[in-house]
């Protein structure tokens, strides 16, 4: 079974500096991942996500990720943090042998004027 | 349209009480989900809707039962729930099963609940 584990429950970072979340996965076949965006009294929404095409994926609202098999990693970065940026993030994967997502623990991001 | 809907978005409820959750979609799937949300922990599967039929349990106590009339509705009736059970409860959709795992499920607002 995949699962998947966000390093570091809180982040918090000063508007304008580089936002960098880190997510690691673990998974038997090739995986699928993804990133989604929680808003304060919102549901989830996706960011981006990897299919096996293109290992450097960009998302919505200036973010990106990378996938490294190597390192079992797809973290998350923004080159320049907004206050508009501060929600829960959450890394989640799949793979061809089970459709169904495995989330991480999600990660609070606030942002310092 | 919103793509996804929920009511109520909140509900407090006694361990007796017998509630419904609603959920509709305005996108045209044919896959639906439920999960529970509690703080700090990944999201946690429930049930999973394909055309109309159930194809995922992931062992959920009795005291939440889902229905789905069609795929545009999705219901979760509850029935003596316990403390334990307070959570967001999140609706989500995507286009079928088949390709679901790259699919992207689109998630509804939620519902707040709270068990007294």
């Known amino acids: 079974a995949q699962s998947v584990t966000q390093l570091g429950s809180h982040v918090s970072v000063s508007e304008g500096a580089l936002v960098l979340l880190r997510c690691n996965y673990s998974s038997s076949v090739p995986p699928y991942l993804f990133w989604y965006v929680q808003y304060p009294n919102q549901g989830l929404q996706l960011l981006l996500k990897y299919t096996s095409a293109a290992t450097l994926v960009k998302g919505i609202n200036g973010f990106e990720a990378e996938f490294k098999k190597s390192e079992t990693s797809f973290h998350l970065t923004k080159p320049s943090a907004h206050m508009s940026d501060a929600a829960e993030y959450f890394c989640a994967v799949s793979d061809s042998n089970d459709y169904k997502l495995s989330f991480g623990a999600g990660t609070t991001v606030t942002v310092r004027a | 349209e919103t793509g996804v809907t929920q009511t109520p978005r909140h509900l407090v409820m006694g361990m007796t009480n017998k509630k419904s959750l609603k959920c509709e979609q305005h996108l045209g799937h044919n896959a639906m989900y439920w999960y529970k949300q509690s703080a700090k922990k990944p999201l946690e599967l429930m049930f999973v809707?394909?055309?109309?039929?159930?194809?995922e349990n992931n062992s959920v106590p009795s005291r939440f039962s889902p229905e789905c009339p069609n795929s545009s509705h999705l219901f979760l009736h509850l029935h003596t729930l316990q403390p334990e059970d307070s959570a967001l409860y999140l609706c989500?959709?995507?286009?079928?099963?088949?390709?679901?795992?790259?699919?992207?499920?689109?998630f509804g607002p939620g519902t707040r609940l709270t068990v007294l």
């Open positions: 809707y394909n055309f109309k039929e159930q194809t």
């Open positions: 989500a959709s995507s286009q079928s099963l088949q390709g679901a795992a790259t699919d992207t499920q689109y």
